[in-house]
């Protein structure tokens, strides 16, 4: 750990969460006159800097490929001035409101080089300075205090075990309260601070002699325990049983059931946990129900539109001539619908035509309300991921967005700029597969939008719910209160195509063993575990100069002998072989070589790329240790701080598939994926296929997966809770 001491020269960059680099004038360097008289660059977490104040900067430096030589900081200190020249340049450096350099200069005069300690002891010495009025001397004497305090209380929360970045948004969120909030409860800070994980807090509070038994820990670790378990499964609520079954394995302690229960307790009285009819939801899903059964009712309860008789006939008769296509009752229903309801659901399996409805919307909603250049400003097209959106827009011709850059995401804070407070002013939202649509996210998106905003959600309830919890559109639907439409008639078979009819089957638990293999587009290549690698390697083959975005292969999970991993190894051999003309770097123990086909893992919306997109590795420097990815024309550098944002992509899972459409789709079907084998799972990835399915695997483990229904039925009640709205 090495210490420069010096002033702030000039801020070249600064985050919202306080992420600081600094160019800064070194003073002394920890004994080494290296940097003395010079400039250095520095990056860290700072509160509430000011360029008038010398720092004592404790880090180390380091060698950044693109910037050069950097000081990264752990943790630092203010230096109290204790100079005319420092004095009156703290004071009058605009940390001080309405003291300009005239009253600094009054300042020192009367107090001199000890000015600042004499007011931090006394502020009553202020009053000897006549050109101050008494704001003057209350704004001076309040500035220095809580300067003091954000000192010491950010160095307490280092020598606790927090690095500069947590201290700094600890301070921010607590102010002067810090230390009182620490004592009382560490744990307080899991609850508030989403980025502070219940490990790294619990890590420091064992550290700090908390004992595995105190009740805060207990309490901390149910509401882990709920984050957990929703996390992995998908629920909203939960059971007291699993929750007890469950807290042993997240704390390493196995606390009384007795004491579980009066803890658990305890969090429903202080309302971070809500308790009805013996089910326990964490408090930010139970208000994300309540906003979504508050305005969903809201605009069901809403009086329809009216338009006169025959009025949508005609402009659906107008609209199918021009753009002669013709459609069928339900079509017709869902357009009108459309128009006439405040809120609205469309559902259907594969090829119903959901993306030429949504079209059709769109237009005639234009030409109706006779908009030409303000379309995108009244009717808005979402999608959850990047690739949804990216598909809805290029079937539609419309824009479409990820509901994350519509309200406008801020990677840093976490936070949507579009919310309650500053709401869009879109008259009309569709939001197009919205199976992928959690509970938090869906609330969200309506505090974006204003009260009288129409809504149309449009999706395959068959599907795979989305990744986070929640199962919006099931729940929405089996309610049995709002207009749903549900589209049945087939528009994707005019080749014959026997996919969509496997898709159908497949969702109806049924198996005709005699769609395989009798055309070009539907095939069943049995394997088994141990000879599957063998015979994939002659299939894939044909494919190898196949535009990437027309050939993806999916598996249902990422372990065993067959998972994604090692199948994603093994194809990269194939479709990317070693070059001397290829430059590689490994990453988390995974070679990654130029011309690799790879999957983006985050939402990265300052770039333009989102959870779910694919790319190809267009260039490597592995002295940099830089990456960077083709997403279709958008090329974006990863450096090592994100590398983990991406994958290879040869193989995919097929949640990350949801929302994607692919000429040709393979998926290997084997015992082995026990449990991640059921019907939503088989039917999603089937559906991603638009041309040509290739299964292959195990005939047993097929049957298997299609005859699991039971798998993953999450414990949500939305649909419950607004019935009882009704009730």
């Known amino acids: 750990m090495s210490k420069v001491v010096g002033s702030i020269s000039r801020t070249i960059f600064k985050s919202d969460n306080d992420y600081y680099v600094l160019l800064f004038k070194v003073k002394d360097n920890d004994g080494d006159k ?159 601070l989403e980025k502070l994980s219940f490990q790294k807090i619990d890590r420091i509070a064992l550290k700090n002699n908390f004992l595995k038994n105190d009740e805060r820990r207990i309490r901390a670790g149910i509401v882990n325990t709920m984050r957990v378990l929703g996390n992995e499964k998908g629920d909203t609520y939960f ?66 539109i009216n338009y006169k008789k025959d009025y949508l006939d005609k402009k659906i008769r107008e609209f199918e001539k021009v753009s002669n296509i013709t459609y069928d009752a339900k079509q017709k229903e869902a357009i009108k619908e459309a128009f006439v309801k405040n809120f609205l659901i469309i559902t259907g399996g594969p090829g119903t035509g959901k993306t030429t409805i949504i079209k059709s919307i769109v237009s005639m909603y234009r030409d109706i309300f006779h908009l030409k250049y303000d ?77 009288d905003t129409r809504i149309i959600l449009v999706g395959d309830a068959n599907q795979l719910p989305s990744v986070l919890p929640g199962e919006v559109l099931k729940d929405l639907i089996d309610c049995n209160l709002f207009k749903v439409i549900k589209l049945t008639n087939l528009y994707r078979q005019k080749d014959e195509s026997n996919i969509i009819n496997l898709a159908y089957d497949v969702n109806s638990g049924e198996i005709h063993y005699d769609l395989f293999n009798q055309s070009n587009d539907l095939i069943f290549y049995k394997a088994d575990s141990m000879d599957l690698k063998e015979k994939l390697m002659l299939i894939v083959k044909d494919y190898l100069k196949t535009d990437y975005h027309d050939f993806q292969i999916m598996a249902p999970m990422y372990k065993t002998l ?51 997109d694919i790319g190809i590795i267009n260039k490597i420097d592995a002295v940099k240790k830089e990456v960077e990815i083709d997403y279709d024309g958008n090329l974006v550098t990863f450096n090592k701080s994100v590398f983990g944002n991406f994958t290879l992509g040869y193989v995919i899972s097929i949640h990350k598939s ?43 483990a097929f049957k298997k997966g299609v005859l699991n229904n039971n798998n993953n039925k999450r414990k949500t009640d939305l649909g419950e809770k607004i019935k009882k709205r009704y009730s």
């Open 239 to 304: 059971i007291e049983e699993d929750i007890y079954r469950y807290l042993k394995i997240i704390i390493n302690y196995e606390t009384t059931y007795d004491d579980f229960k009066e803890n658990l307790k305890k969090l429903v009285n202080s309302l971070r946990v809500v308790e009805i009819d013996n089910k326990y939801q964490l408090m930010e899903y139970f208000e994300a129900d309540s906003n979504i059964v508050k305005r969903l009712t809201y605009l069901n309860n809403k009086e329809d």
């Open 34 to 192: 290296k940097y003395n008289n010079k400039v250095i660059t520095v990056t860290g977490y700072f509160y509430d800097l000011d360029d008038s104040m010398d720092l004592s900067l404790s880090g180390e430096f380091t060698k950044h490929s693109k910037y050069g030589e950097q000081f990264n900081v752990s943790s630092y200190q203010k230096l109290i001035p204790e100079d005319k020249n420092s004095i009156v340049a703290f004071f009058s450096g605009g940390l001080f409101k309405g003291i300009g350099e005239a009253k600094a200069l009054k300042i020192y005069e009367e107090l001199g080089n000890d000015a600042i300690n004499l007011i931090k002891e006394d502020e009553n010495v202020l009053r000897k300075v006549r050109a101050l009025s008494e704001k003057n001397i209350l704004t001076i004497s309040k500035k220095i205090q809580e300067l003091d305090s954000s000192t010491d209380t950010l160095l307490s929360l280092t020598e606790l075990g927090f690095n500069s970045n947590d201290a700094t948004m600890i301070y921010k969120k607590y102010k002067e309260k810090t230390v009182e909030i620490v004592n009382e409860d560490i744990y307080t800070l899991f609850y508030d």
């Open 562 to 612: 067959n998972g994604i991993n090692n199948l994603n190894i093994m194809l990269q051999d194939i479709f990317n072989p070693k070059s001397s003309k290829k430059n590689e770097i490994t990453i988390f123990d995974v070679i990654y070589r130029e011309g690799d086909k790879v999957l983006q893992l985050m939402n990265m919306p300052e770039d333009n790329i989102y959870n779910g």
């Open 375 to 451: 379309l995108e400003d009244e009717v808005v097209l979402l999608a959850p991921t990047g690739r949804a959106s990216k598909r809805i827009m290029e079937a539609t011709t419309y824009k479409a967005s990820t509901i994350h850059r519509f309200l406008k995401w801020n990677k840093d804070t976490n936070k949507f700029q579009v919310n309650e407070n500053h709401k869009s002013e879109a008259k009309l939202v569709i939001i197009d597969e919205v199976s992928m649509l959690d509970t938090l996210l869906f609330s969200s998106l309506l505090n974006g939008l204003k009260y």
């Open 658 to 700: 949801q929302g994607s459409e692919f000429k040709t789709v393979l998926i290997p079907i084997l015992k082995e994926y026990g449990r991640m084998l059921y019907r939503k799972l088989i039917y999603t990835g089937i559906t991603r296929s638009k041309q040509k399915l290739i299964l292959i695997g195990e005939v047993e």
